[in-house]
């Protein structure tokens, strides 16, 4: 009996994507470059910063002009108030801050550090990049782009980096999906001792983004598109926005 196994690799080469890029096609051909391919039913996680990249969503904060309100939290967190006036505008709420973290409840659906605006991989410290507008949309964009290439079908996520409550360290999460279910819904399924599982439900598309970071780094290693090879998902095309936990049922809100 065969094992079960799955392989995690880069697409290698991705050029620092530009505004206007198409971001799938560039994979594509990156993809054919290397001689990897992409397969029926492979898996393709790719970093958000070269999708909000391509989409033009990179703000020159030197244009930024705080507001007063800005100020005053950008004094209470130690931040610069361009980049709170940002983060503000990127925001529904705000739900804590402590020690110069400031926690938000984004406009793209997401609890999260900074509504996910971010200074790192976006051409200095004088630039914010922000998350796509819709994640999912843009997921979808490239695995239609993968299937007119290739003409095989796949999944795609959209990862960023979160960090968690009552746990240290960030990981990558998914944000944007695809051609797979973000959630494995195990509930009525028995389990080895023939116990009903009755709220077990898994974060699958959070699982293979964790796993995909194995590979990508969060620093220069310069792989910001991995191939998932061998996992056997659920195919599906709700949004990724089922993995965020609804405020009634959030018991650290």
Known sequence: MALPKIE?????????IREGDDTGEI???CAKKAGIGIQEEDIIVIAHAIISRAEG???????????EFAKTIADQCDKDP???EVILSQAKSIVRMKDGILIVESKTGWVMANAGVDQSNSFGENFALLLPEN????????????????????????????????????????????????I???????????????????????????????ISGQ??????VIVIRGYKYQKGFESALLLARPRENALFW
């Open 135 to 182: 994640s999912d949309r843009s997921a979808e964009k490239i695995r239609k782009k993968i299937h007119e290439e290739f003409g095989v079908g796949v999944g795609v996520i959209v990862t960023d980096t979160f960090g968690r409550a009552l746990r240290s360290g960030a990981v990558n999460v998914a944000i944007g999906t695809s051609g797979i279910k973000p």
């Open 27 to 29: 994979i594509c051909k």
């Open 184 to 214: 494995i819904d195990l509930r009525g399924v028995k389990d080895l001792f023939g116990y009903m599982l009755k709220t077990t439900q898994i974060g699958i598309a959070d699982e293979l983004a964790s796993a995909a970071e194995l």
């Open 57 to 67: 969503i990179l703000i020159d904060l030197r244009t930024v002009i705080p507001s």
């Open 219 to 224: 620093s220069n290693e310069g792989y910001p």
């Open 8 to 16: 995690i690799f880069p697409v290698p080469d991705i050029p620092i």
């Open 82 to 84: 361009r980049h709170v």
